[in-house]
């Protein structure tokens, strides 16, 4: 037991989140439980994970979820283990729970991502067909996030658009969107990247579109249903900084306008999650169990997945060649993961704010802002 690496999850507590600050102890070994000495309160080591009050043995949750993400059905694992139905579905939504909270932690933060692509899927429910929009960073094969909809629509491909707004920012240089030949895209691209220009009147300020951004289009011919040929379209921007972009994300001399790296990772998610195997009989139930798988799929992918394309060459005397998942690509981690150390890893609550009342502060309040809020 680690108390240094350990954060109080109370939110009535000044030092929530707060670690290496010497204000969490250890209250019993056998019990495995910490104690926050500004609180007061006791808590269990696995609060804030999706081992928390779980019966089952944490092995046995771990190597479950390892068969969910990597496309093994719920009856099979019924079969195998023993367990209800109901509850490998409880700990696919656990850990479900906790990929989201991990990839909205670490991977929507802004950074440089240069080239993005973007395509849907269609997935077959119970009852009902829905679309799940998804998006990719080319440079380090970083899945920036999904959005599922009932519908094709402008809101689906603009809700995309602000998971990849969080991932980006116009201050790391150029940015080129390559899409198929669906224009919802195009709206949605231009709509949501855009940046208030100030005008030092009062009012609602211009909002105008990033002087930096591309967007390309790859459209497919097909005939007697084969693909006869490719039509390539640029949409925003000058031939010659997109071509610049793809070169820099993609490799000098062999890059084009293209979609390939997003419908590779579709052909994963179809491995990888069930319930969207092409001709299949597992189906989804329920349009939530599907948003928990693809976080599941996508954590995963992003951070315990080794890339063979992202390889690198070794030092001298040591490895040949070194492994990368995108995550460690993009710079957000050292090392692969493995699916045990991301469920246990605690995503930190937000920082402690003093409450808002009318009035002078307290004295105590003071002290505690003073401490807790610098």
């Given at each position: 037991m680690d108390p240094q690496n350990i954060f109080c999850p109370n939110m009535q507590c000044p030092a929530r989140g707060r670690t290496g600050v010497g204000n969490?102890?250890?209250?019993?070994?056998?019990?495995?439980?910490?104690?926050?000495?500004?609180?007061?309160?006791?808590?269990?080591?696995?609060?804030?994970t999706p081992f928390y009050r779980l019966k089952t043995a944490k092995g046995v949750f771990t190597l479950v979820v390892t068969l969910l993400c990597y496309g093994c059905p719920v009856q099979a694992?019924?079969?195998?283990?023993?367990?209800?139905?109901?509850?490998?579905?409880?700990?696919?939504e656990r850990s479900g729970r906790q990929s989201q909270s991990v990839h909205q932690h670490l991977?929507?933060?802004?950074?440089?991502?240069?080239?993005?692509?973007?395509?849907?899927?269609?997935?077959?429910?119970?009852?009902?067909v829905v679309w799940m929009a998804m998006a990719i960073m080319v440079r380090s094969r970083l899945w920036l996030g999904g959005v599922i909809s009932e519908h094709r629509n402008l809101a689906?491909?603009?809700?995309?658009?602000?998971?990849?707004?969080?991932?980006?920012?116009?201050?790391?240089?150029?940015?080129?969107?390559?899409?198929?030949?669906?224009?919802?895209?195009?709206?949605?691209?231009?709509?949501?990247?855009?940046q208030a220009v100030p005008s030092g009147h009062r009012g609602r300020p211009e909002l105008r579109a990033w002087g930096n951004l591309c967007i390309a289009q790859s459209l497919k011919q097909y005939a007697q249903g084969r693909v006869v040929g490719v039509v390539r379209r640029i949409i925003q921007g000058?031939?010659?900084?997109?071509?610049?972009?793809?070169?820099?994300?993609?490799?000098?001399?062999?890059?084009?306008?293209?979609?390939?790296?997003?419908?590779?990772?579709?052909?994963?998610?179809?491995?990888?999650?069930?319930?969207?195997?092409?001709?299949?009989?597992?189906?989804?139930?329920?349009?939530?169990?599907?948003?928990?798988?693809?976080?599941?799929?996508?954590?995963?992918?992003?951070?315990?997945?080794?890339?063979?394309?992202?390889?690198?060459?070794?030092l001298v005397g040591g490895h040949k060649w070194l492994n990368r998942t995108p995550a460690m690509a993009a710079g957000i981690t050292g090392h692969c993961w493995s699916v045990e150390e991301l469920m246990w890893f605690r995503v930190p609550v937000p920082a402690w704010s003093a409450p808002k009342r009318r009035g002078r502060q307290s004295r105590a309040t003071k002290l505690l802002v003073a401490r807790w809020c610098t």
């Open positions: 969490i102890g250890i209250y019993s070994h056998k019990e495995r439980r910490y104690i926050c000495h500004v609180c007061g309160r006791t808590f269990v080591e696995t609060k804030g694992i019924v079969a195998a283990f023993g367990l209800d139905e109901r509850t490998v579905r409880d700990w696919l991977v929507q933060k802004p950074r440089q991502v240069g080239q993005v692509q973007a395509d849907e899927i269609r997935v077959k429910e119970q009852g009902k689906l491909t603009t809700a995309l658009m602000h998971r990849v707004h969080a991932c980006s920012s116009a201050l790391y240089g150029a940015i080129l969107f390559c899409t198929d030949g669906l224009s919802l895209y195009v709206t949605a691209i231009r709509k949501v990247f855009r000058s031939a010659q900084q997109i071509q610049s972009v793809i070169e820099q994300t993609q490799g000098s001399g062999n890059g084009v306008i293209n979609v390939a790296f997003i419908e590779r990772l579709n052909a994963t998610f179809r491995q990888r999650l069930y319930s969207l195997v092409r001709r299949g009989r597992a189906l989804a139930r329920q349009t939530e169990s599907l948003h928990r798988g693809m976080y599941l799929v996508g954590t995963v992918y992003n951070f315990c997945t080794e890339h063979k394309s992202l390889r690198v060459r070794g």
